[in-house]
């Protein structure tokens, strides 16, 4: 079992940033992904980034290209979500999500690929 636990949530005016963290117990694999999701009161789950455990390969979904960034300290099993300037539409929660299995390829931002769920935390950006 693997216990993810997000922070950094808050609320921000547009153009703000805020960094969120997901703290993972461990890492199921070093051959796997880690990926941010991300749901708004009555819409889908969205995928927001996905990041190699091993280093080098990053995914990110087209809505957030260009201004969040995904990074890891691997001795922290740790993940973050950079995310620079704001949109109001960016408001959700947002989750940390980690993979069981190993994973050849770019990581995906699709939810059907992920094990392991955090609780979330929740962005709100106003206008």
């Known amino acids: 079992q693997v216990q993810l636990v997000e922070s950094g949530g808050g609320s921000v005016q547009a153009g703000g940033s805020l960094r969120l963290s997901c703290a993972a117990s461990r890492y199921t694999s070093r051959r796997n992904c880690m990926g941010w999701f991300r749901q708004a009161p009555g819409k889908e789950r969205e995928g927001v980034a996905g990041?190699?455990?091993?280093?080098?390969?990053?995914n990110y979904g087209d809505s957030v290209k260009g201004r969040f960034t995904v990074s890891q300290d691997n001795a922290k099993n740790t993940v973050y979500l950079e995310m620079n300037s704001l949109k109001p539409e960016d408001t959700a929660m947002y989750y940390c999500?980690?993979?069981?299995?190993?994973?050849?390829?770019?990581?995906?931002?699709?939810?059907?690929?992920?094990?392991?769920w955090g609780q979330g935390t929740q962005v709100t950006v106003s206008s």
């Open positions: 990041i190699y455990t091993g280093g080098g390969r990053i």
């Open positions: 999500a980690a993979m069981g299995g190993v994973w050849y390829g770019v990581c995906p931002v699709t939810d059907k690929w992920y094990n392991y």
